[in-house]
């Protein structure tokens, strides 16, 4: 399988459990893998044969950017969700990387994150942008 590959996204967030991680923005960084048949883009060059992966960026930033989830898992599953809406019908699949970069612990941590995958299923319902 093909795939598109979004990396370094970084969006500002309320995202985690502690009250400031409420009330203050903090980055977040998204690493996308998108599974998708790409041969009818090889041969055609055209964008119609392939995902906007500007578009499936701009989803991916209204999630991260909007309704507060507690936990990494949750914010994951919900990226996954806007991937494959903005990738649809041609994403049959997608990974996600979620990094929070200034994660709120009392030792030097360079970041924390979740890693999820999901595949694409035929009747699936589209992602909720909250809980």
Same mark, same amino acid.
């Given at each position: 399988?093909?795939?598109?590959?979004?990396?370094?996204?970084?969006?500002?967030?309320?995202?985690?459990?502690?009250?400031?991680?409420?009330?203050?923005?903090?980055?977040?960084?998204?690493?996308?893998?998108?599974?998708?048949?790409?041969?009818?883009?090889?041969? &055609? %060059?055209? #964008?119609?044969?392939?995902?906007?992966?500007? /578009?499936? $960026?701009?989803?991916? !930033? =209204?999630?991260?950017?909007?309704?507060? &989830? %507690?936990? #990494?898992?949750?914010?994951?599953?919900?990226? /996954?969700? $806007?991937?494959?809406? !903005? =990738?649809?019908?041609?994403?049959?699949?997608?990974?996600?990387?979620?990094?929070?970069?200034?994660?709120?612990?009392?030792?030097?941590?360079?970041?924390?994150?979740?890693?999820?995958?999901?595949?694409?299923?035929?009747?699936?319902?589209?992602?909720?942008?909250?809980?």
């Amino acid at each position: 399988m093909d795939r598109i590959e979004l990396r370094g996204l970084r969006i500002l967030g309320t995202h985690g459990v502690l009250p400031e991680e409420r009330d203050r923005s903090q980055p977040f960084e998204v690493d996308l893998d998108l599974d998708v048949d790409l041969s009818n883009a090889g041969r &055609s %060059d055209a #964008l119609g044969d392939t995902i906007d992966y500007g /578009a499936v $960026a701009e989803a991916v !930033a =209204g999630v991260v950017g909007g309704t507060h &989830s %507690d936990l #990494l898992e949750n914010l994951a599953e919900r990226i /996954a969700g $806007a991937a494959l809406d !903005a =990738g649809a019908p041609l994403a049959s699949g997608v990974t996600v990387t979620v990094r929070k970069l200034r994660p709120p612990v009392p030792v030097d941590l360079a970041s924390a994150g979740v890693t999820v995958r999901r595949s694409a299923q035929p009747g699936r319902p589209p992602a909720q942008p909250g809980r």
